[in-house]
């Protein structure tokens, strides 16, 4: 168990709808990373937070937004969802930075777009 | 821009033998070199890493084998087994980037075969 939480494993919703997907960080770690996992992209970066701040951006969609909270969980919004949005999204955290402090990620979130 | 390049897509490999997957990187900013397996359903976890002022790490049956010259770096597996059969992501790391963005690679599913 890696100790980052999220939530929720499975969501089936459709085209042109919003969600969000939540993730509680493992206990201490200041870090929030957002990735996107689909099958012929692999592993893509979305954006990371650091201590309730935006650190980096990635190839995050402007219909995609985050936030990290006081508490450092982090939230993931989807909005007018496409067919193409369908993936596996991730969350990972990390102390500090990845070279001192390995990522440790959740078990995702399955998005299905219909 | 895909900025780590990994191969093959897709390994097998008998019970027994040597699993050898390969990764090359353009950013000579990279700084640290991270291996991370994940099992289905599972989130990816850190498996070994590498830094640039080694050319090799053993932990292990799993041994990565770094190039700096070439701007390669190779993940290999000694006497692998079925319970090694998973997705296997390299990634690399510049910490002078003022972000902590990891960069994966596209992924290679190994199956080993009994």
């Known amino acids: 168990d890696s100790g980052v939480t999220q939530t929720p494993k ?5 085209t042109g709808q919003r969600v969000t997907l939540r993730c509680s960080p493992r ?7 957002w990735y996107q996992q689909s099958l012929d992209q692999g592993l893509q970066f979305l954006i990371q937070y650091y201590n309730g701040e935006e650190r980096a951006k990635g190839n995050i969609l402007e219909r995609f937004s985050a936030q990290q ?9 989807l909005s007018s969802l496409e067919l193409g949005d369908s993936a596996l999204y991730f969350c990972a ?6 070279n001192n ?14 | 821009q895909q900025q780590v390049k990994q191969s093959p897509q897709s390994l097998i490999v ?11 990187y353009e950013n000579t900013a990279f700084d640290y070199f991270p291996w991370y397996q994940q099992f ?5 976890a850190l498996l070994i890493a590498i830094r640039p002022d080694v050319s090799e790490k053993k932990e292990g049956r799993f041994t990565i084998s770094f190039n700096k010259s070439a701007k390669q770096f190779s993940l290999h597996i000694m006497d692998s087994q079925p319970g090694d059969s998973a997705t296997y992501f390299c990634a690399a790391y510049a910490s002078g980037a003022g972000s902590y963005q990891l960069t994966f690679g596209k992924g290679t599913k190994l199956s080993v075969i009994p």
């Open chain 1, 93 to 98: 955290s990390s102390a500090v930075a990845p």
């Open chain 2, 14 to 24: 008998q019970k027994g033998g040597i699993s050898i997957i390969n990764c090359a």
């Open chain 1, 69 to 77: 909270f006081p508490d450092l969980h982090s939230e993931l919004n």
């Open chain 1, 101 to 114: 402090s390995p990522l440790h990620f959740g078990n995702g979130t399955r998005l299905t777009v219909t």
């Open chain 1, 27 to 33: 206990s201490g770690d200041l870090s929030v990373y």
């Open chain 2, 40 to 44: 289905p359903g599972k989130g990816p």
């Open chain 1, 10 to 14: 499975h969501l089936i919703t459709a």
